[in-house]
């Protein structure tokens, strides 16, 4: 008879922020599938867990995924963990549980801690719908085309960012976005948890000021302003100017918005 996958969340901080059902099965797990061993035998070091572990990471993903299923096809019961959270969200894990499916293992999801959503119920930002988008493109020009994309998105926007390039994603961000609110959220769960909000140059700034920026962190984009379709073409783009994007980029997003070529607009503004 087939094992079970079992996708277990861990604490992405706070080591209390385990579940009991993620205990019990990780304690009668027949092998643990980690991202990192070392950072999986703290946990379980923690909680008094003694289980076989294997890696499985991006790195060895295709190779791994075939030997996991056969395992699984010859009875085993695996849990797949992520270093911090809700395993595939942003980390591996997904040529897994459809290799499973393919082969008729049941994948059991056991839910626990999320940064994503963490961060989204403390941010203070609208939770009635958002778009997670993993983590943004670590290059300039990739960056603000990912943004730009996003911008007419009617939602809050999430990503995961890392802290060595948070300064350029706002700068990125506040070029884009103009005056939108924006939430950064810091090492969440952990001891120096904090959320910054405020404008993407607010938040900037009191990062900068900072003689570094440390921790994982959560970058969150509230909706933006509509402006009504029944306002003339050139009030449209002033409006967005005096919220602080840049005229061309203003341009761009009221030609989006009216179905109108960039050119239209241009002369419309211009003329």
Known sequence: MPGTLYLVATPIGNLEDITLRALRLLREADLIACEDTRQTGKLLAHFGIDKPMTSYHEHNETARTQEMVAKLEAGAN??????????????PGYRLVTAAIDAGITVVPIPGASAVLGALSGAGLPTDAFRFCGFLPP??????????ALRD???????YEAPHRILDALLDVSAVYGERPVVVARELTKLHEEFLRGTAEEVRA?????PSVKGEIVLLIGKGSPIPSDTPVEEAVRELEQKGVARMDAIKQVARQRGLSKREVYSKVTG
């Open 153 to 159: 998105e009617d939602c809050t926007l999430v990503f």
């Open 206 to 210: 009191r990062l900068a000021a900072r």
């Open 78 to 91: 695996i849990a797949l963990v992520s270093d911090a959270g809700t395993p595939l969200v942003s980390d």
């Open 139 to 148: 290059k300039q020009g990739q960056r603000k085309k990912a943004l730009e």
